[in-house]
């Protein structure tokens, strides 16, 4: 059973910077996703097992970066220059098939395992 742990969420004002981690049992392809209230789940950043290949939704490209640390099995995501329409539920998610694969995953479907989410709250 895959586990994942999120962590770094919290509340900070719009332009601040927040640094979220997801800790895994293992080593696996790693996406980010973020939820707001009332909306659908929405792809933000993935990274490939190596670390070599990342991809991010136009939203957060330039802002959002995604990285790993296959030592310790973790995946970061750092947000700089917070808005107001970051404010979401954050989830980090794993998938074990065909997991060392070069390319990134960016849809929902593609996961198999999702951490419990950690809040992210920007204010204006």
């Known amino acids: 059973q895959v586990q994942l742990v999120e962590s770094g969420g919290g509340l900070v004002q719009a332009g601040g910077s927040l640094r979220l981690s997801c800790a895994a049992s293992?080593?696996?392809?790693m996406g980010w996703f973020h939820q707001a209230p009332g909306k659908e789940r929405e792809f933000v950043a993935a990274?490939?097992?190596?670390?070599?290949?990342?991809a991010y939704a136009d939203s957060v490209k330039g802002r959002f970066t995604i990285s790993r640390d296959n030592a310790k099995n973790t995946v970061y995501l750092e947000m700089n220059s917070l808005k107001p329409e970051d404010t979401a539920v954050y989830y980090c998610?794993?998938?074990?098939?065909?997991?060392?694969?070069?390319?990134?995953?960016?849809?929902?479907?593609?996961?198999?395992?999702w951490g419990q989410g950690t809040q992210v709250t920007v204010s204006s």
């Open positions: 998610a794993a998938r074990v098939r065909a997991a060392r694969a070069l390319g990134v995953f960016t849809s929902g479907g593609e996961y198999e395992y």
């Open positions: 990274i490939n097992w190596s670390g070599a290949n990342t």
């Open positions: 293992g080593r696996y392809a």
